[in-house]
């Protein structure tokens, strides 16, 4: 079966630290990946995905995420965290036939001035 | 880019009454538009996929009788809570996929129900 796993809920670090936040998944074919983030109380905001080719991809807002098939990752990085990094992020697996997306539980990222 | 605008933001209604919420792409046709329920703290959950001109299909163990979905044109899709209870209250986000496979889906700012 399908399934998104972020191991971290909460994660903090300072700013202007580096970032990294874990993503493995479980898909039978090659997948279609992404990260979101979502404000509170707001929808979801696309930082990037990953479909075919590179499997380094850059994001917006500095955000670059980085697919290892044969670990099953995807995990999203950033050199720098700002303040307004704080939110909620979530990694997505997307099936390529029924483009339904399969969510991760989330991760809170809490940055500490 | 494109654009999904969702309303109401948020939304306050009496247990027993109906809610409808709405989910339009503005610049773009959605053939197809996915609603999703969101916990406090938790991931998001898919309900139900809708397809214009067709009728929804429901995830498991979601009440297609108390969350009706219609998607009567390419740019409208609306998902109506039904005689609402408490347990409804949560957010509700739509997602919308647009033609180009490789764009991925663009997602409404989300309804924030609560039932009293």
């Known amino acids: 079966a399908q399934s998104v796993t972020q191991p971290d809920i909460h994660i903090t670090v300072s700013e202007g630290a580096s970032l990294e936040l874990r993503c493995n998944y479980s898909?039978?074919?090659?997948?279609?990946l992404f990260w979101y983030v979502q404000s509170p109380g707001q929808g979801l905001q696309l930082l990037l995905k990953?479909?075919?080719?590179?499997?380094l991809v850059q994001g917006i807002k500095g955000f670059e995420a980085e697919f290892k098939r044969s670990q099953s990752s995807f995990n999203l990085r950033k050199p720098s965290v700002h303040w307004s990094d704080a939110a909620e992020y979530f990694c997505?697996?997307?099936?390529?036939?029924?483009?339904?997306?399969?969510f991760g539980t989330g991760t809170r990222l809490k940055v500490l001035a | 880019g494109a654009v999904v605008s969702q309303h109401p933001s948020r939304v306050i209604c009496k247990s027993g009454t109906s809610v409808k919420i709405e989910c339009r792409s503005l610049?773009?046709?959605?053939?197809?538009m996915f609603w999703y329920r969101q916990f406090p703290k938790q991931s998001l959950m898919l309900m139900a996929t809708s397809n214009e001109g067709s009728k929804a299909t429901y995830e498991q163990g979601v009440e297609k009788d108390k969350f009706l979905i219609n998607h009567a044109s390419l740019t409208l899709s609306t998902l109506t809570v039904t005689s609402a209870h408490p347990e409804d209250s949560s957010f509700y986000i739509c997602?919308?996929?647009?033609?180009?496979?490789?764009?991925?889906?663009?997602f409404g700012s989300g309804t924030r129900l609560t039932v009293v």
């Open positions: 898909y039978g074919a090659t997948p279609y």
């Open positions: 997602s919308a996929r647009t033609r180009d496979r490789e764009s991925g889906y663009t």
């Open positions: 610049d773009f046709q959605a053939t197809t």
């Open positions: 990953y479909f075919s080719g590179d499997t």
């Open positions: 997505a697996v997307g099936d390529s036939g029924t483009y339904k997306y399969i």
